[in-house]
């Protein structure tokens, strides 16, 4: 560009060449003058190649008649082309190589020796290289064969001999065509610019349509794109003709002496002295200069002008480098000053093309450069992402604000955290981390989700100190199997997770986990899975966080298409395979509810073993020797409950524990409750648990002094058989399953095993000191056991927790309403998304865990990470499950203390950068990912967008709509309107609202 000003400034009045200016960021005008500047580039890149055609021998009554065949025609512009190649002859041809002194003489000075000459015998073979080639244009391919369709710009025969001393022919025999289509030329003309032989001034009927939905920017947009693309085609036609010109050109050379010999150089780079008129000028609108608008016609006109002097020109000087025509005999060729001609005109028109194209893109470069410079920096998606936190808050109502990813696994707020649970991604380029992120390491910070959250209640008369599963609706808990017949029913809370996510080119892959952390001396249990009904789990994973363990679980994701792309895939296939590709695709919208499932232990323990509440909680050590009975010994939990029958007065069934999960309400109340009290009680499950270890190391040292037996006499024994222990705790269970009647005579074979449990148990665990205690505070602890069993409770306590109802909703219409947003979210999106850029996403389980295990040190804590194989994911799965089993009695208690996670994913995909949908697109990616979470809100809340953002935001809402990418502005309406719910099928609102 500067070098085109400067060479303005030589042909131009000093006034006018003042005036311009190179159009760039820094010089103020509007974006309408964006528009005015890029159909002047249109327009001069036009009339430039029009000239060029009438360069080549294109006459203006032949333009005249082109530009009448395109009114119903189509024009191509063909080079045609014949070689033929016949060998005439061989010669057989002597080159004196030197001479060889074979005798050296010489007398009286005078040399008389002998030589012989070396000579070298080859043979030439001499071909007629002929050559014809002709310019033409053609109406139409169905009217290529007639005459009158024809017109021919030139047509030369050219033939010359070549001599070569190798038998192969320098051109294969062709006979060819290459045609390019100029009909988008020609049909670009007005009659004025095509009556003048030489271009008149430019008056190409060419404007950029700005009312089209089609039109995003003033280079984004059908009339410059079609003509660039054009462009392109006939730039590579000409490059086509140059080489075939440069393969006869050297065929020439080589017939020629040194002295006449033309570089190729010459020829090709002659063009350069030629003004481009193609230029991307601004004019200053003003004496000042403080304004500039677009070049006028008059100068647009002056450009070419110079364009078409300095072409005639340099044609000129081409002529002065080849023999005169009368001088052809004596310099046969096969290229000439014609052909040379041509080609430079060809690279011209090459060169306008790539002009047209720089400037067009250099057009968009200061739109990039004038949105960089006032947001001080080029934004990338993760500044999208950081600035949508921030948008969101701003946007909706407290209530409905999406929140970190982030799960605190406790009894109650009044109880200490048993660990938490992080959904994660990568944020490598974060500057600042949202709210509610803190301890993420390694550059991964929380999703953050739009939640709803609500809780399974039992009957409002059921007591809170007896509940069971019959005191709840079977519809509201959910179940998953752990073994054959044997199935895990839990109640609690349950939270659904919208998660909106975007993705954009040229971005780098989401790299998401799930963590799962435990405090010291606690633990809990991770079952990940899909949910497959509204009252069935499908569990794929398990596993055990515990004493300052940390499992990180890498997860994927998988996108599949949406509605309409589906709808399109399938649209020419049979009824069959329709019908296939819908089962198929129902079940992946189904697999998209990603489920996690936390359980406590300890609350199940206390019930399982007939322990108060919180009875557990300081017991530090007897819970481990408890976990370790289960997990490693397969121990029942009948074998180490505490009595039944010591129970004071009005004391229920043992499953009058069945609230054991809920926490107290108030602390250092002491007397009687039902059953004993609890250091009673925990007294008794200590002492079961030391017989039992005292047993199985019983049984260990018996096992081990038979196997020194066996290693010191070298005899073989009989081997011990895999199931005598199992056979041995089973004779336990039916020895213990009699132990509250104090019979011990129904443990055949298990009695010297139970020896050292003969005392009994009830005065054993029940020391006089307790016992007193016990007497005394009887009145006290009975008042403060009902008021902590009346108590409610919470199994985790989630950040992204959403405020309660106040009016009572049926659980299980809303885990109806959860098993079916996938299809609602599918439904909403195709019918309020015009741009179908939204797609639904499968959360899935990768099998690279790693799990942390903390050590405490000293003076500092050591840290060892260990990767787990599937075989460990299976182990750990086993474990998770055998607790379970014991925890539940095989499924027979249900577990209140727990929390249901469903994370439904959507991606909503763009096709370019962020700095390229800004620029090229003239899209506001905000807006996209507002409205597509207006979508994701509505669906998850059964509430209309108006309910659920701020008032102040929802006329700025349909005024920002439209500009025909995303959601037009009919879709904004409708979404404002409430018809985002239309589909829910009368979903019942969230309790949030």
């Known amino acids: 560009l500067e070098e085109a000003l400067a060479k303005a400034k030589t042909f131009l009045a000093k006034e006018k060449s003042q005036a311009l200016v190179i159009a760039h960021e820094d010089a103020r005008h509007r974006y309408e003058d964006k528009y005015l500047l890029t159909e002047h580039l249109t327009h001069s890149t036009l009339h430039a190649l029009v000239n060029n055609l009438m360069a080549l021998g294109l006459s203006a009554s032949d333009l005249k008649k082109i530009k009448e065949w395109s009114s119903n025609s189509s024009i191509l512009l063909r080079f045609k082309v014949e070689e033929r190649c016949v060998f005439v002859r061989e010669e057989t041809k002597e080159e004196t190589i030197g001479q060889i002194i074979e005798t050296a003489t010489t007398f009286v000075g005078i040399d008389l020796s002998s030589r012989k000459t070396s000579k070298h015998v080859y043979s030439e073979y001499v071909y007629d290289v002929a050559v014809s080639h002709r310019l033409e244009i053609i109406r139409g391919a169905a009217q290529a064969t007639s005459a009158e369709s024809t017109l021919t710009v030139w047509n030369y025969q050219r033939s010359?001999?070549?001599?070569?001393?190798?038998?192969?022919?320098?051109?294969?025999?062709?006979?060819?065509?290459?045609?390019?289509?100029?009909?988008?030329?020609?049909?670009?003309?007005?009659?004025?610019?095509?009556?003048?032989?030489?271009?008149?001034?430019?008056?190409?009927?060419?404007?950029?349509?700005?009312?089209?939905?089609?039109?995003?920017?003033?280079?984004?947009?059908?009339?410059?794109?079609?003509?660039?693309?054009?462009?392109?085609?006939?730039?590579?036609?000409t490059q086509g003709v140059s080489f075939t010109v440069r393969r006869w050109f050297d065929i020439t050379m080589q017939n020629w002496s040194k002295h006449h010999r033309v570089e190729w150089s010459r020829i090709e780079q002659a063009h350069r002295q030629v003004f481009v008129p193609v230029v991307a000028f601004f004019e200053k609108a003003d004496v000042e200069g403080s304004n500039h608008t677009a070049v006028s016609p008059q100068l647009l006109s002056l450009f070419h002008r110079e364009e078409t002097r300095g072409l005639k020109e340099v044609l000129e000087s081409v002529d002065t480098l080849f023999p005169h025509p009368a001088d052809s005999k004596s310099h046969p060729s096969l290229v000439s000053y014609s052909e040379a001609r041509a080609?430079?005109?060809?690279?011209?028109?090459?060169?306008?093309?790539?002009?047209f194209q720089q400037s067009v893109d250099y057009v968009e470069a200061i739109m990039r450069r004038q949105l960089v410079a006032a947001l001080g920096k080029s934004v990338t998606e993760a500044d999208l992402q950081q600035y949508m936190s921030y948008h969101y808050r701003q946007l909706y109502r407290p209530s409905y604000q999406p929140q970190p990813w982030t799960v605190s696994v406790r009894r109650s707020r009044k109880h200490s955290p048993e660990g938490a649970m992080r959904l994660e991604s990568r944020a490598e380029d974060f500057s600042v981390f949202a709210p509610g992120s803190r301890g993420v390491r390694e550059g991964f910070q929380p999703i953050e989700t739009f939640t709803r959250?609500?809780?399974?209640?039992?009957?409002?008369?059921?007591?809170?100190?007896?509940?069971?599963?019959?005191?709840?609706?079977?519809?509201?808990?959910?179940?998953?199997?752990?073994?054959?017949?044997?199935?895990?029913?839990?109640?609690?809370?349950?939270?659904?997770?919208?998660?909106?996510?975007?993705?954009?080119?040229?971005?780098?892959?989401?790299?998401?986990?799930?963590?799962?952390?435990?405090?010291?001396?606690?633990?809990?249990?991770?079952?990940?899975?899909?949910?497959?009904?509204?009252?069935?789990?499908?569990?794929?994973?398990?596993?055990?966080?515990?004493?300052?363990?940390?499992?990180?679980?890498?997860?994927?994701?998988?996108t599949i298409p949406n509605a309409k792309h589906f709808r399109d895939a399938i649209e020419s296939l049979s009824p069959k395979q329709q019908r296939f590709a819908r089962a198929y695709r129902a079940m992946q919208l189904e697999s998209t509810l990603f489920g996690v499932v936390i359980l406590q232990i300890k609350p199940q323990l206390e019930k399982a073993?007939?322990?108060?509440?919180?009875?557990?909680?300081?017991?530090?050590?007897?819970?481990?020797?408890?976990?370790?009975?289960?997990?490693?010994?397969?121990?029942?939990?009948?074998?180490?409950?505490?009595?039944?029958?010591?129970?004071?007065?009005?004391?229920?069934?043992?499953?009058?524990?069945?609230?054991?999960?809920?926490?107290?309400?108030?602390?250092?109340?002491?007397?009687?409750?039902?059953?004993?009290?609890?250091?009673?009680?925990?007294?008794?499950?200590?002492?079961?648990?030391?017989?039992?270890?005292?047993?199985?190391?019983?049984?260990?040292?018996?096992?081990?002094?038979?196997?020194?037996?066996?290693?010191?006499?070298?005899?073989?024994?009989?081997?011990?058989?895999?199931?005598?222990?199992?056979?041995?705790?089973?004779?336990?269970?039916?020895?213990?399953?009699?132990?509250?009647?104090?019979?011990?005579?129904?443990?055949?074979?298990?009695?010297?095993?139970?020896?050292?449990?003969?005392?009994n148990s009830a005065a054993a665990a029940t020391p006089p000191v307790v016992e007193a205690a016990v007497m005394n505070d009887a009145a006290g602890a009975a008042e403060s056991y009902a008021a902590s069993s009346s108590s409610s409770s919470s199994s985790s306590s989630s950040s992204t927790a959403?405020?309660?109802?106040?009016?009572?909703?049926?659980?299980?219409?809303?885990?109806?309403?959860?098993?079916?947003?996938?299809?609602?979210?599918?439904?909403?999106?195709?019918?309020?998304?015009?741009?179908?850029?939204?797609?639904?996403?499968?959360?899935?389980?990768?099998?690279?865990?790693?799990?942390e295990k903390r050590r405490p040190a000293l003076l500092a804590t050591s840290?060892?990470?260990?990767?787990?194989?599937?075989?460990?994911?299976?182990?750990?799965?086993?474990?998770?499950?055998?607790?379970?089993?014991?925890l539940t009695r095989s499924g027979a208690l249900l577990m209140e203390q727990a929390a249901l996670h469903v994370v439904v994913s959507t991606t909503h995909a763009f096709a370019d950068s962020?700095?390229?949908?800004?620029?090229?697109?003239?899209?506001?990616?905000?807006?996209?990912?507002?409205?597509?979470?207006?979508?994701?809100?509505?669906?998850?809340?059964?509430?209309?967008?108006?309910?659920?953002?701020?008032?102040?935001?929802?006329?700025?809402?349909?005024?920002?709509?439209?500009?025909?990418?995303?959601?037009?502005?009919?879709?904004?309406?409708?979404?404002?309107?409430?018809?985002?719910?239309?589909?829910?099928?009368?979903?019942?609102?969230?309790?949030?609202?």
């Open 914 to 993: 962020v700095m390229e949908c800004v620029v090229q697109q003239n899209r506001n990616p905000i807006e996209d990912l507002e409205r597509s979470s207006l979508v994701v809100v509505s669906q998850l809340h059964g509430a209309a967008p108006r309910e659920v953002v701020e008032a102040a935001h929802v006329e700025r809402l349909l005024a920002s709509s439209g500009g025909g990418r995303g959601y037009e502005k009919r879709d904004v309406e409708a979404l404002m309107a409430g018809d985002a719910g239309a589909s829910s099928g009368g979903a019942v609102k969230s309790t949030a609202a």
């Open 609 to 759: 073993l007939h322990l108060p509440a919180d009875s557990l909680t300081k017991e530090i050590a007897l819970t481990t020797d408890l976990m370790d009975l289960f997990i490693q010994y397969q121990i029942p939990t009948d074998l180490l409950s505490a009595e039944e029958g010591e129970a004071s007065a009005g004391s229920t069934t043992g499953e009058a524990h069945g609230a054991a999960g809920h926490n107290t309400s108030s602390s250092g109340s002491s007397g009687v409750v039902p059953m004993g009290t609890a250091q009673v009680r925990v007294q008794q499950v200590k002492e079961h648990v030391r017989q039992m270890k005292a047993m199985l190391q019983q049984m260990k040292d018996e096992e081990l002094k038979t196997r020194e037996m066996e290693k010191k006499f070298e005899a073989p024994a009989v081997p011990p058989q895999p199931q005598a222990f199992t056979e041995q705790v089973g004779g336990l269970q039916g020895f213990m399953a009699k132990r509250s009647a104090n019979l011990m005579d129904g443990a055949r074979g298990g009695v010297m095993m139970m020896s050292a449990m003969s005392v």
């Open 863 to 886: 840290a060892k990470t260990e990767a787990w194989t599937a075989k460990d994911l299976q182990r750990e799965k086993t474990a998770a499950f055998e607790l379970l089993d014991a």
């Open 453 to 558: 959250s609500f809780q399974v209640q039992p009957h409002s008369a059921a007591k809170r100190d007896d509940v069971t599963a019959d005191d709840y609706d079977a519809q509201d808990l959910m179940s998953f199997p752990i073994a054959a017949g044997v199935e895990v029913t839990f109640a609690g809370e349950r939270h659904v997770h919208a998660w909106l996510r975007s993705t954009f080119a040229g971005g780098s892959a989401d790299t998401l986990r799930l963590v799962a952390a435990a405090q010291q001396f606690s633990s809990f249990i991770v079952v990940l899975g899909r949910i497959t009904s509204s009252t069935t789990f499908d569990p794929k994973y398990a596993f055990i966080v515990q004493n300052q363990e940390e499992v990180t679980i890498p997860l994927s994701l998988e």
């Open 343 to 355: 080609v430079v005109v060809l690279h011209h028109m090459a060169a306008v093309v790539d002009t």
């Open 160 to 237: 010359v001999p070549y001599i070569s001393r190798q038998q192969q022919a320098p051109l294969p025999d062709v006979n060819s065509h290459d045609d390019v289509d100029i009909t988008w030329l020609i049909d670009a003309l007005s009659p004025a610019s095509s009556s003048d032989a030489q271009g008149s001034p430019l008056a190409a009927a060419f404007r950029i349509n700005r009312d089209s939905d089609e039109t995003w920017t003033p280079v984004r947009n059908p009339q410059v794109q079609s003509v660039a693309t054009e462009a392109m085609k006939l730039q590579g036609w």
């Open 802 to 851: 959403q405020p309660k109802s106040h009016k009572a909703v049926a659980a299980a219409s809303q885990l109806h309403a959860v098993t079916a947003l996938p299809q609602r979210l599918d439904d909403a999106f195709d019918r309020l998304d015009s741009g179908h850029a939204t797609r639904p996403t499968i959360i899935n389980v990768d099998e690279a865990w790693t799990r």
